[in-house]
C-alpha cells in the first residue's frame, strides 16, 4: 500500500555560529570580523531570520574555549570570545517579536535552580519564545574550570542529565499559573495554597525550591536536544520536544526519525510532540555552477591543521603524523569515546562506507561541522528539503548557514519564498509563543492536573 502524501509545513531553525557554520567562515571577506561579541550583528542574523518566518534560532555554547594548540586555533577564533548565550538572547528579546530563542546549557556544570530560573526569566522577557538546549559536556577543558579533573562517564553524564531536567520541570512548576493575584485591596500579593516546593531528593541532586519567578508563560519553555546515542535517543524520547540531529543521507534519517518516534509510547508521548530537526548547511548560487563556485572558494580558506585539529579531536586519535592523500588505517577507528557519540558516529561512518582519505575527511566535516551540505539554487534546496519532509525524515531543519549574515540573506530570499509556494512552509506565524508556532501544547501545571 502506498503511503498517503505528507501534509503540514515543515518547520525552521536557523543556527547562528559568530559568523557562520564553515570553519573557515572568519576568514570570508564579508565576514563581520569581530561577529562574536557584536550585538548588532546578531540583531540583525535574529531580525532577517523573523523576516523568513523561522520558528527559532539557536545558539551553542561551551563553557571553555576550545581544546588544541593556541598556534592552530588562532587560525579557528570564532569561540575565543563570544558572549553568554541566555544574555544575549535576552537582549535579542527586546529586538524581535516572534521567532523563538533556543540556546545551550550544559547539565554537567550548571545546578538545576540556576537553569530553571534564567529560561524562566527569558520566557517571561521574550513573551514566551524560550527554549532550552539540554546537553551534556564533551569539551575537555570544561571540568577543569569546575574542580574537577575529567568528565563524568558517557552514562552517569545522561542519568544526571535526566534527574537534571526533572528538577528543572519540578521548579517550573513552582507556582500555579494564577498564583499571582496582586490584589491591593485585600494585601494580598500571592495565593498561598499556588506555592509548591518541590523538595527533591535524588541521585545527584537535592532541591528544595520553590523557584523565586512566576511560572513561565509556556508552562515550560520548549525543551530541546541534540545526539543520537543510545541514551540521548532514550532521554530525547522521554524528555525532547525538539531533537536537533546530524544525518547526512536519506536512508539513515528515515530511520532515525522512525526508531526516535518510536520510543516515545513507552514515555506516554505521541510522535507529534517531537520535532525532529536534523542540520542542513546550504551553499546557494544564482546557478549551479555561482553555488559551487561559492563552496569551493570557502573549502580553499581551511588551514590542514585546522582540518587535521577538528578530526582529531572527534575521533580521539592524532591525525598530525599521518599522511593526509591516504585513508584512516582501520586498526585506528576508534570503537567508543566519552565525548559526543553521534559527532564519532557520524566520522565512524564516513571512514568505513566512503574510505575518505584524511583530506577528504576534513574537507567535508571541517566545513560543514559533520552536517549535510547542500550546494545548489534555491529552487534545487527548496525541493531536496521538500522531498525529505513529505519522505517522513524530518519535521524540519536546523539551517546552519555556512556564512554570516550572507548565507542567512541569501536562503531567507531566495529558499523561503519557493518553500512557501509550495505549500511546505508558512507565510505569517500562526502564534505567539513558540510552542504555538511549533504546534506544541502548553503543559498544564502537574499540581493543577492533581486537583
Known amino acids: 500500500m502506498t503511503e498517503a502524501v505528507r501534509q503540514g509545513q515543515l518547520k525552521l531553525g536557523a543556527l547562528f555560529h559568530p559568523t557562520g557554520n564553515h570553519v573557515a567562515s572568519w576568514l570570508h571577506p564579508e565576514a563581520q570580523i569581530d561577529a562574536g561579541s557584536n550585538f548588532r550583528h546578531y540583531a540583525e542574523l535574529a531580525q532577517t531570520a523573523e523576516r523568513g518566518k523561522f520558528d ?37 528579546a527586546a529586538v524581535t517579536e516572534h521567532i523563538g530563542l533556543i540556546a545551550t546549557s550544559t547539565t554537567s556544570y550548571n545546578e538545576p535552580f540556576h537553569v530553571a530560573r534564567r529560561y524562566a526569566s527569558l520566557d517571561h522577557i521574550s513573551g514566551g519564545r524560550a527554549g532550552w538546549n539540554v546537553v551534556t559536556s564533551t569539551n575537555p577543558r570544561e571540568p577543569t574550570n569546575f574542580g574537577r579533573e575529567a568528565h ?23 507556582w500555579d499559573d494564577d498564583a499571582f493575584v496582586r490584589d491591593r485591596g485585600t494585601a494580598t500579593y500571592f495565593n498561598p495554597s499556588s506555592l509548591h516546593p518541590l523538595n527533591h531528593h535524588g541521585d545527584f541532586f537535592n532541591v528544595e525550591g520553590p523557584l523565586n519567578i512566576a511560572r513561565p508563560p509556556q508552562g515550560y519553555p520548549v525543551i530541546a536536544q541534540a545526539g543520537s546515542s543510545e541514551d540521548g535517543k532514550e532521554l530525547a524520547a522521554e524528555t525532547a520536544e525538539i531533537v536537533f540531529s546530524a544525518q547526512t543521507r536519506l536512508e539513515a534519517a528515515v530511520a532515525f526519525y522512525k526508531d526516535l518516534k518510536g520510543r516515545m509510547a513507552k514515555f506516554g508521548r505521541r510522535p507529534e510532540e517531537l520535532k525532529i530537526l536534523p542540520g542542513l548547511n546550504p551553499i546557494i ?8 563556485e561559492k563552496h569551493e572558494y570557502l573549502q580553499s580558506l581551511i588551514h590542514p591543521s585546522v582540518g587535521a585539529m577538528l578530526l582529531s579531536a572527534e575521533l580521539g586519535i592524532d591525525l598530525t603524523g599521518l599522511p593526509v592523500d591516504e585513508p584512516v588505517p582501520d586498526e585506528l577507528i576508534p570503537s567508543d569515546t566519552n565525548a559526543s557519540k553521534s559527532g564519532l558516529k557520524i566520522m565512524v561512518d564516513m571512514i568505513r562506507n566512503e574510505r575518505l582519505t584524511i583530506r577528504q575527511m576534513y574537507l567535508r566535516y571541517a566545513g560543514a561541522r559533520g552536517q549535510r551540505t547542500i550546494v545548489g539554487t534555491p529552487e534545487q534546496i527548496a525541493n531536496d528539503m521538500a522531498s525529505w519532509y513529505r519522505a517522513h525524515a524530518v519535521d524540519g531543519f536546523l539551517i546552519q548557514p555556512a556564512t554570516l549574515p550572507g548565507g542567512l540573506n541569501d536562503f531567507v530570499d531566495g529558499v ?36
Open 56 to 92: 527559532t534560532l539557536f545558539l551553542a555554547d561551551a563553557l571553555a574555549i576550545r581544546d588544541g594548540d593556541p598556534n592552530v586555533m588562532k587560525r579557528w577564533p570564532q569561540y575565543m570570545s563570544y558572549f553568554e548565550p541566555v544574555t544575549l538572547l535576552s537582549a535579542l
Open 152 to 174: 563524568f562517564g558517557h552514562a552517569e553524564r545522561y542519568k544526571r542529565a535526566k534527574e537534571f531536567v526533572e528538577v528543572v520541570c519540578g521548579l517550573w512548576d513552582s
Open 285 to 292: 548560487g544564482r546557478t549551479e555552477a555561482e553555488a559551487r
Open 416 to 451: 523561503v519564498p519557493i518553500l512557501q509556494e509550495m505549500g511546505v512552509f508558512r507565510r505569517e506565524y500562526e502564534g505567539g509563543t513558540l510552542r504555538e508556532n511549533l504546534g506544541l501544547k502548553r503543559p498544564a501545571g502537574r499540581y493543577a492536573q492533581a486537583v
